[in-house]
């Protein structure tokens, strides 16, 4: 495919690893040819790095097949993940899993992304509700702005949060900065 067809959220191969466009910017000087500048995200390391391209240079699409699965459990072989299709039990490597894992609960479905029938990352919402399991406890009154205490959550991610959040409450927090967004009332 042409540079130009690029789009932010497109899986693309370089030096044999499927990378992620993070952000794409086409820009035409008053002089010479079209440049265009975009910004990657290794899928499988997370490394991230920036390419300067003109609309002649030509990329390759990466092919990631998409598996629906469920998160069993955690032990000594990494995360157990069951395939949705063939009940098949799948162990995930805690070290190439374990920032995603964060963000999810058990028995919770997800989509695992595997590029050569290696499985290498999971398919995150932009943003999840999880469960304040431990903080100290909110003080009527406490309304100033900008102070924050620390919130461990169901999954043992930790949070910053406002002081009126309690041991309890259900959450939404931004999966790609790990930050608490609000708290969410409805429940989840």
């Known amino acids: 495919m042409r540079a130009t067809e690029v789009k932010p959220g497109m899986l693309l191969e370089i030096e044999n690893e499927p990378w992620e466009v993070t952000s794409y910017d086409h820009v035409t000087p008053g002089k010479g040819h079209a440049i265009i500048h975009v910004k990657l995200r290794n899928v499988i390391n997370g490394r991230t790095q920036a390419l300067r ?12 097949e998409k598996k629906n699965m469920e998160y069993l459990y955690e032990d000594a072989s990494g995360y157990i993940f069951m395939d949705n299709e063939n009940y098949e039990q799948t162990p995930l490597p805690k070290e190439t899993f374990a920032e ?11 989509t695992v992304l ?25 003080v009527k009154g ?9 919130a461990t959550l169901e999954t043992g991610l930790e ?8 041991q309890g409450d259900k959450l939404k927090v931004d999966t790609r900065s790990g930050e608490y967004l609000e708290r969410n009332e409805v429940g989840g």
């Open 53 to 64: 391209l003109s609309s002649s240079d030509k990329l390759e699409k990466a092919y990631v």
């Open 100 to 110: 995603r894992m964060r963000f999810i609960k058990l028995n919770s479905p997800v």
């Open 114 to 138: 595997y590029y050569n029938n290696q499985p290498i990352s999971i398919e995150l919402s932009p943003s999840v509700i999880l469960e304040v399991t431990e903080t100290q406890p909110g």
């Open 142 to 150: 406490d309304t100033v702005t900008n102070v924050t205490k620390p």
């Open 159 to 166: 949070v910053k949060v406002p002081l009126f959040i309690n």
